[in-house]
Nanobody, 126 residues
Framework: QVQLVESGGGLVQAGGSLRLSCAAS????????MGWFRQAPGKDREFVAA????????DYADSVKGRFTMSRDNAKRTASLQMNSLKPEDTAVYYC???????????????????WGQGTQVTVSS
């Protein structure tokens, strides 16, 4: 069973930047697509970004396109989310997740992600 640990959250002013990281256990990290999701108070969890197993393909929610960039380092078993031009509406707990199916490289936002991390809080003040 893979374990995912998120880090990098915090409090930032609107317009600022944060970089989230997700560290994964296990030897099969490089075979699986990874995703970032977020959940704001009183709202459902929503898709933010995803990256294919190779890192060649990414997909983003419309609300973060052009501001967020997802990347991965398979050698270090980490996935990252660079968040720029942050807005108060980006405030949420951010979760890392793994696609249980190996070698996914398309329709990333529709993958059935699982193996959630514990989350990291991002708060953007206005």
């Amino acid at each position: 069973q893979v374990q995912l640990v998120e880090s990098g959250g915090g409090l930032v002013q609107a317009g600022g930047s944060l970089r989230l990281s997700c560290a994964a256990s296990g030897r099969t990290f490089s075979r699986h697509a990874m995703g970032w999701f977020r959940q704001a108070p009183g709202k459902d969890r929503e898709f933010v970004a995803a990256i294919s197993w190779s890192g060649e393909t990414t997909d983003y929610a419309d609300s973060v396109k052009g501001r967020f960039t997802m990347s991965r380092d398979n050698a270090k078993r980490t996935a990252s989310l660079q968040m720029n031009s942050l807005k108060p509406e980006d405030t949420a707990v951010y979760y890392c997740a793994r696609d249980p199916v190996e070698w996914s490289s398309s329709r990333l936002k529709f993958l059935n992600f699982g193996s959630w991390g514990q989350g990291t809080q991002v708060t953007v003040s206005s």
